[in-house]
């Protein structure tokens, strides 16, 4: 018998396991998002695009840009600051439709799918986890910026409050990148395109520059991107003085992802087979 | 006892113009193991999914222990463990970590978790590799990890989609082993398999599954029965006589005689095993050489190429066809 050929005998079930009633719907999305965390910490380069990214566009946005744009590099500093960490925690996002193509192309999901927990677990605790990234995205900007001459007007509360204003919009956002990871064939295509629409929401905005030079057209859009209505509400914020109407319209802009995309990535993920 | 565990009803898939599952109608008895037996492709993982609720039929009904896999596919989910065709753990995740996660997910607490976890790791022999991660894993651990992530709360009823696949002998008696364990511990097993001889060594009854079809179903002697009671293997010293000796099977036996691949060979079902007697002395009086000549029960893989026209293995003609 096979049993005489093993070095050591297998054993399993030495007793019943009884099955307990299934874990809530915030534990099951907690755990998957500890999962995620895991995974972080074992390939500490995925954080790459939020440490040395942010850096590199600081640094070179300042010194590149300063002079000619504002007359010198530390009122441009000033400016740019706040709209670069829109922009890397807002390209962060990104990464969550990415890695959840990668994920569900995977038998785990199969696991995940057949255990009586909450369905949206899975998606939720990843896009939790993502949290941690957008944290470490802002933590760098503001550290560079510092360093380099950045100095807010606002309170710490202000300048703290800004950064939850830009993490609940990424977290928002993310839902249409985990909408197209779930819905695209490849990791790549889904990088493509998403890369595409996070151009003309990143770059034609004022988070370089201020919109008055711009064509009627561009401005027209400027004015409309969700990003510049972001920009301009962190940028008061860290002034210390509060654009509510800029911080309402992020609210609502992020509402709307929301409800939009939520549902629509929802049903995607329970479609797929 | 007649408590069916799973009961399938002419389930129906289609993946565009493919009928990948057409028609499947299973019946499987709690406490057994029941073995799904085909080729690749013959939609037997396109069953388990649809089963194990991760797959909506497009016709047809399947039930899990009296509930419903799509109105009551929660109920079904809490009975289940499911070991899919393709490592089912986190590969990035260490062993303990992957155990861990899994038992927080079908809810027992943190402590409970972590206990459980170093005891399957211990009860399977992957002790030391608890804390590696699971990609640096060999074929083998993989497989038993696999299998304790579906059982760190005892399902009642356990789907592994070829749960062999790829494995040396050892990881594969193994494998066995776990499976008659649970058993014993009274899990229902679902077993896929390419392999007729784990069908014939695991479950207690098998369907045949070819082109998404159940073709033959019974126990393992039900269907070699099937196909006669006994065959016969003939190697002969010089395979240029094998259309003469064919003719005398053909004649002596009163059968036709199947030409197997392996040159010189000769395989023919069997009514009665006396009339080989004859057969050797007609084969001597024509001079024809014998290298080997057994009468033995036929294998599946016999049982397969009567039942389907076509070997367990044979790939090339399914794909074109």
């Not at chain 1, 010198?72 to 193509?101: H, R």
């Not at chain 1, 890369?195 to 990143?202: C, E, G, K, Y």
């Not at chain 2, 565009?16 to 085909?38: H, K, S």
Request: proline content about 5%.
């Amino acid at each position: 018998m096979s049993t005489t050929t093993l070095e050591r005998p297998v054993r399993t079930v030495a007793a019943r396991v009884e099955r307990p009633e299934p874990p809530s719907a915030l534990s099951a999305s907690l755990t998957l998002g500890w999962r995620s965390v895991l995974k972080i910490r074992r390939i500490p380069e995925q954080l790459f695009d939020v440490t040395f990214q942010p850096v590199i566009f600081i640094v070179m946005f300042v010194y590149l840009f300063g002079g000619a744009v504002s007359g010198s590099t530390t009122e441009y500093l000033q400016f740019v600051l706040p709209g670069i960490l829109v922009q890397t925690v807002v390209m962060a996002s990104l990464y969550t439709g990415i890695s959840l193509n990668t994920d569900i192309g995977k038998g785990i999901f199969d696991r995940f799918r057949s255990l009586p927990i909450w369905r949206p677990a899975a998606l939720l605790g990843a896009l939790l986890a993502d949290g941690i990234r957008y944290v470490v995205a802002a933590v760098v900007c503001l550290g560079v910026g510092m360093a380099m001459g950045f100095r807010p007007d606002g309170t710490v509360a202000d300048v703290v409050a800004a950064c939850l204003l830009v993490l609940v919009f990424a977290f928002s956002l993310s839902w249409i990148f985990a909408f197209l990871g779930l819905v695209m064939r490849s990791a790549g295509a889904v990088q493509g395109v998403s890369l595409l629409a996070m151009f003309p929401l990143t770059f034609a905005s004022n988070v370089f520059v201020d919109p008055s030079t711009m064509p009627g057209w561009l401005r027209a859009w400027v004015d409309v991107n969700p990003v510049s209505q972001l920009v301009t509400a962190v940028r008061s914020l860290m002034a210390g003085a509060p654009d509510a109407g800029a911080v309402g319209w992020s609210l609502i802009g992020c509402a709307a992802l929301v409800a939009v995309f939520a549902p629509l990535t929802v049903r995607a993920y329970r479609r797929k087979a | 006892m007649t408590t069916l565990a799973i009961e399938a009803h002419g389930l129906v898939k289609t993946f565009g113009e493919n009928r990948a599952v057409d028609g499947v109608d299973l019946a499987v008895r709690a406490g057994t193991v029941y073995g799904v037996l085909g080729p690749n492709g013959a939609g037997k993982t396109t069953t388990v999914r649809m089963l194990t609720t991760l797959l909506r039929p497009d016709g047809g009904s399947a039930r899990v222990l009296g509930h419903d896999v799509v109105d009551d596919a929660d109920q079904v989910r809490r009975l289940i463990g499911l070991t899919g065709q393709y490592a089912s753990v986190d590969e990035d995740l260490t062993g303990t970590e992957n155990l861990v996660l899994q038992s927080r997910l079908v809810g027992l607490s943190r402590s409970q978790s972590k206990r459980r976890a170093a005891e399957l790791l211990e009860n399977f022999d992957l002790t030391e590799a608890a804390n590696r991660p699971v990609k640096h894993f060999s074929g083998g651990m993989r497989r038993r990890i696999d299998l304790a992530a579906s059982i760190v709360v005892t399902p009642d009823v356990l789907f592994l989609d070829e749960p062999t696949t790829g494995l040396d002998p050892r990881s594969r008696g193994q494998v066995w082993d776990i499976v008659r364990d649970l058993v014993a511990g009274g899990t229902t097993v679902l077993l896929t398999t390419q392999y007729l001889d784990e069908a014939d060594q695991l479950a207690d009854r098998i369907a045949v599954i070819d082109r998404g079809t159940v073709i033959a179903e019974g126990t393992s002697a039900d269907l070699k029965a099937s196909v006669g009671r006994s065959s016969l293997h003939l190697r002969l010293a010089d395979e240029t006589q094998r259309d003469l000796a064919e003719r005398l099977v053909a004649q002596t036996l009163d059968t036709t005689p199947h030409r197997t691949p392996e040159a010189g060979v000769i395989t023919a079902p069997v009514a009665d095993p006396d009339v080989v007697a004859d057969l050797m002395i007609r084969l001597r009086a024509e001079g024809v050489g014998i290298d080997e000549i057994g009468v033995q029960r036929p294998s599946l893989d016999e049982v397969f190429l009567t039942l389907t026209g076509h070997a367990a293995d044979d790939d090339t003609e399914r794909s074109a066809a």
